[in-house]
T-cell receptor, first 112, second 112 residues
Framework: DVKVTQSSRYLVKRTGEKVFLECVQDMDHENMFWYRQDPGLGLRLIYFSYDVKMKEKGDIPEGYSVSREKKERFSLILESASTNQTSMYLC???????????FGPGTRLLVL | RKEVEQDPGPFNVPEGATVAFNCTYSNSASQSFFWYRQDCRKEPKLLMSVYSSGNEDGRFTAQLNRASQYISLLIRDSKLSDSATYLCVVIPGYSSASKIIFGSGTRLSIRP
């Protein structure tokens, strides 16, 4: 069974703080993704990575950066958290670009 | 027009009923299509892929209509446990992983 884990289920941060969200997958998948999910807007792709140290912007990369130093780990960084970044953050991985994505349980981030 | 559109619902149907919903997409070059299921406060999980020839998995049937640019999901003999939000996913092509698009989801509620 594919397992995707995220470092926190719930996180509360203050405006201006630097926030790290970690994601780890154990299936040797090439591709990893970060999404945010908001009511009425569905899932929106922030960044994805198709290999170690490789990344590509998704639809809403502003205010975020990512890091993929190892194949199994993909980190999302909020350099200076803002209240409009309060959301559910979901990490996913897939073997191929056109293949099934497996999601982590999500991190609910509240920025005060 | 949104790139991927779904009727948000909710669809409220009695147990045992047949229910169907569609997902329309605007990019005619789209290559891959999926249906995911998301339970309340949980991560999305793959329900089924959608092939050109259509596919069936038990009570669930997915179809693709390229001419009219939509995919459909049919659930027969609905169960209480089918209550969830159903997300469609459209992937434009091999070089477009950054353009993976999730629909906002259709909420389905099965009543006893």
């Amino acid at each position: 069974d594919v397992k995707v884990t995220q470092s926190s289920r719930y996180l509360v941060k203050r405006t201006g703080e630097k926030v790290f969200l970690e994601c780890v997958q154990d299936m040797d998948h090439e591709n990893m993704f970060w999404y945010r999910q908001d009511p009425g807007l569905g899932l929106r792709l922030i960044y994805f990575s198709y290999d170690v140290k490789m990344k590509e912007k998704g639809d809403i990369p502003e205010g975020y950066s990512v890091s993929r130093e190892k194949k199994e780990r993909f980190s999302l960084i909020l350099e200076s958290a803002s209240t409009n970044q309060t959301s559910m953050y979901l990490c996913a991985s897939s073997l191929g670009v056109l293949e099934t994505q497996y999601f982590g349980p999500g991190t609910r981030l509240l920025v005060l | 027009r949104k790139e991927v559109e779904q009727d948000p619902g909710p669809f409220n149907v009695p147990e045992g009923a047949t229910v169907a919903f569609n997902c329309t997409y605007s990019n005619s070059a789209s290559q891959s299509f999926f249906w995911y299921r998301q339970d309340c406060r949980k991560e999305p999980k793959l329900l089924m892929s959608v092939y050109s020839s259509g596919n069936e998995d038990g009570r669930f049937t997915a179809q693709l209509n390229r001419a009219s640019q939509y995919i459909s999901l049919l659930i027969r003999d609905s169960k209480l446990s089918d209550s969830a939000t159903y997300l469609c996913v459209v992937i434009p092509g091999y070089s477009s992983a950054s353009k993976i698009i999730f629909g906002s989801g259709t909420r389905l509620s099965i009543r006893p």
